[in-house]
């Protein structure tokens, strides 16, 4: 399939057209790097459900009429469904990562290798190790979390790319993985919010910009701040975040509520498999 000959993103909630995501094939909880994988790595990760709600995932992609780059399943990186972590595209850049996590590192040099096969030009941080779903684009803003995968160093080397953007750094416990998982907003106008996982400034910084739906300490555990936006008010959702899901509506949002319960096992969820390539 034909990748977009220029990535583009200007935010996180333009109309998505062309995504990459990588089937979970191979997801296991092999090595606990998070709160949410010590819960279940007793019971572990079920791989043939896992690709069952990876794919109803997908069927919405085709409904919407998005066009769906997969990514080839290397069987020794159990964590390669979370695409999102790869890197960012913002504007016209498409920026490649460093992962923190050393059973993660490798997934960057499979991605670098899957962009050079489709011609498109990338720029790879050095200068510390920045994720994916750390950063979070905005109108003209670029939120990035100063987490437990994403470093100060890191985040400065971003902003020299995009002197023309507000980069701002937001702390957040390294317990909460990246800031998507506590932050997202899925409009200019709406996000979702954990404030709990961050300083009482950046909370009511954050409210002041955005009409905030908070979410409960449950809530943000089972991923529920971590939607997917798709564009023109349409979002995906887990269909167990029913309450959330209330609120998105009564918002003037159409969801798309899907099961993900085997890939939010290992920490991640609709944002955190998805690598959106461009937006319009």
């Known amino acids: ?27 296991e909880i092999q090595e606990i790097i998070n709160d949410t994988q010590e819960e279940y790595a007793g019971s572990n990760i079920d791989k043939k459900e896992a690709v069952k709600q990876h794919n109803n995932m997908i069927e919405v992609f085709a409904r919407e009429q998005v066009k769906v780059h997969t990514l080839a399943v290397d069987e020794a990186l159990p964590e ?29 040099e499979v991605f670098k290798g899957w962009l050079k096969e489709h011609g498109i030009k990338y720029y790879e941080i050095t200068k510390g ?28 080397e971003l902003a020299v790319l995009f002197p023309g953007r507000s980069v701002e750094k937001v702390p957040i416990e390294d317990k909460y993985l990246h800031l998507d998982c506590v932050f997202n907003p899925f409009s200019e106008e709406y996000a979702l919010l954990y404030p709990d996982a961050m300083s009482e400034e950046w909370a009511d910084t954050l409210r002041s910009r955005y009409k905030c739906i908070e979410v409960t300490e449950e809530e943000q555990f089972n991923l529920g701040v971590n939607i997917f936006s798709i564009g023109q008010k349409t979002v995906i959702s887990q269909d167990k975040c029913k309450r959330i899901n209330k609120e998105l509506r009564n918002a003037g ?28």
């Open 1 to 27: 399939m034909k990748v977009a000959s220029m990535p583009q993103v200007k935010t996180d909630f333009d109309t998505l057209k062309e995504v990459i995501v990588c089937s979970p094939r191979a997801m």
């Open 80 to 108: 390669q469904v979370y695409t999102r972590d790869l890197g960012v595209v913002i504007d016209n850049i498409l920026v490649v990562g460093k992962m923190k996590q050393n059973i993660r590192k490798k997934e960057t």
């Open 129 to 156: 190790a920045l994720e994916g779903g750390d950063v979070v684009i905005s109108k003209n803003n670029i939120y990035v979390g100063q987490s437990g995968r994403t470093e100060a160093s890191a985040i400065e």
């Open 253 to 280: 949002f159409t969801v798309y509520e899907v099961s993900f319960s085997e890939i939010i096992k290992s920490g991640g969820c609709f944002r955190c498999v998805t690598f959106p390539i461009s937006r319009q």
